[in-house]
């Protein structure tokens, strides 16, 4: 069982930045892409971001230019950093990485003034 440890979620107000971190420990990190995906209440879950063991990263069309996504495959880790931040982005945060699909137990951001 691949288990996803999410952290560095909370509240913020808009226009501020954060950062997201996810570990999976104990797995060859570099075979596999890793992204976030987001829920928000009342909604579909939804790509932020996926990067992929190559280095090719994909963004959802309303955080593109506002997100980055990258990876360090030494630390097992793949980071969010997130700017410029909007009511809109307040969502669960889930990790995941694949193939197959591993998923993050989810971390909340708030953004509001």
């Known amino acids: 069982q691949v288990q996803l440890v999410e952290s560095g979620g909370g509240s913020v107000q808009p226009g501020e930045s954060l950062s997201l971190s996810c570990t999976a420990p104990?797995?060859?990190?570099?075979?596999?892409?890793a992204g976030w995906f987001r829920q928000a209440p009342g909604k579909e879950r939804e790509l932020v971001a996926m990067l992929t063991n190559g280095g090719h990263a994909t963004y959802g069309d309303s955080v593109n230019g506002r997100f980055t996504i990258s990876r360090d495959n030494a630390k097992n880790t793949v980071y969010l950093q997130m700017s410029t931040l909007e009511p809109e982005d307040t969502a669960v945060y889930i990790c995941?990485?694949?193939?197959?699909?591993?998923w993050g137990q989810g971390i909340q951001v708030t953004v509001s003034s």
């Open positions: 104990g797995v060859t990190f570099s075979n596999y892409a």
């Open positions: 995941n990485i694949g193939p197959p699909p591993h």
